[in-house]
């Protein structure tokens, strides 16, 4: 229960966790006030009315003496009744009238007091008849019927004057609770909206420094915490450019070796097979010299395939627009069963190395996914620039990914190379199409100096 309790106190806002115990607090003290105002309240109007209970035995005690010693003690009885005035407290009532009714019976006028709060407050009983003796018998009381109006009014007037009191100090400490409430959220909202910002990788947006003196230093510390974290990613981005540029300069190399050594071997061999077949005997040699150069014209177009991975070596000479047309060309005549449709602006042709070879290669990496795992009967690559941004966009209708491997050994390579340009990869799944997206900036690529 205890921790059932907790949690919902948790799930309450700051505000609320503030504001609630604060009004709780007045709540229980307004209810002190009114236990503490009926426990003295009735005490208060006993000793209020006690002079005029003294006063009704001092009138009565004259009054039956003046009984005794007249002739006619009728006559003198009907005279003080006389006397008397009817908003008097003190009262004659005789043993016809009956009993003496309670005091809130005999209040006149309440002076617009409400009835519950009359109820609330316990008057007391004013035993103040004293009887009065005619001949040995006794024909009346002289009794204190005190007025309390003007007493539970004055009560009256003093708990509204507490409850406003309440009221007001409740009100100011709210609007003082809120002001402190705001003046500690607002630093501590920005404070929470930096740290996502700072999380999604966004550092170059300072969390203002505001609030109290705690608060303020936690936004220090979070601003030099996104200043470091902004200078260790470009450190990562440059090491990551780098390493790309080694790649690539690997790539370079080793499709330079395999062109001019690997290359002429092939050349050579086909040559000498086809002199060879030329000096035989006919039939002699024929079959296996086909043999052998189907197996040279193989291995001649898997080197051109291995090159064309290694380092398409036509960007530079085509353009990165025409490279990619070609490329999707080839895709068609290897994949006739998918329907390739493409929109590639000519402003590619603009965009140098490595950008232009990283854009090649995401390209050629998630055709080649499509055809090999999607299973798609459609597909679409979309490359477009807009200002200083590249757009890179390959869709396909095929089953899409399996949810614990978002990239696979291709993209994750690519991702990496995105990832050293400053630029975003992202894969997702979207009204039963895949989508492979990416986002690249064309100004910083620009200035990058050519990897040579």
Known sequence: MRVRIDLMWQRLSFR??????????FLAALVMGGVLLQTFATGQLADENEPGRRSTRTVAEALNNSLRASNDPRKILDAFVHSLDSSSDIQFRS???????????SLRDLHGVPHWFVDLIAIPEMDAASPVIIDGRRVGDIVFMPDLSADLFEKWVGFLALTSLIAVLMILTGIIAYLFAGSALRPLQDLGAGLT???????????????????RQSCEEANALAMTLAQLSQDNRDLLHRLVSLQDDERRDLARELHDELGPLLFGIRAGTIALSEASPAGNLGNRAQEVMRSVEALQQTNRRILDRLRPLYIEELGLETSVQTLLQNFRRQAPHIGLTAAIDPGLN???????????????????????????????????????????????????FPADNVFGRGLTGMHERVRALSGSLSLLRADERTYVRCRLPVGAARDEPAAG
Not at 16 to 25: I, N
Not at 95 to 102: F, L, Q, R, S, Y
Request: aromatic share 4%.
């Open 16 to 25: 609320t966790q503030l504001f609630l115990p604060l009004g709780l607090s």
């Open 197 to 215: 910002r700072i999380r999604r990788g966004d550092y170059a947006t300072p969390i203002p420094v505001a609030g109290p003196q705690e608060i």
């Open 95 to 105: 043993v016809e009238a009956g009993p003496t009714p309670p005091p809130k019976d």
């Open 350 to 400: 603009e965009i140098d190395r490595p950008l232009a070879q990283t854009v090649y290669r995401l390209i050629q990496e998630a055709l080649t996914n499509v055809l090999r795992h999607a299973g798609a009967n459609n597909a679409h690559v979309l490359a477009t620039m807009a200002g200083e941004v590249l757009t890179i966009e390959i869709s396909d209708d095929g089953g899409g």
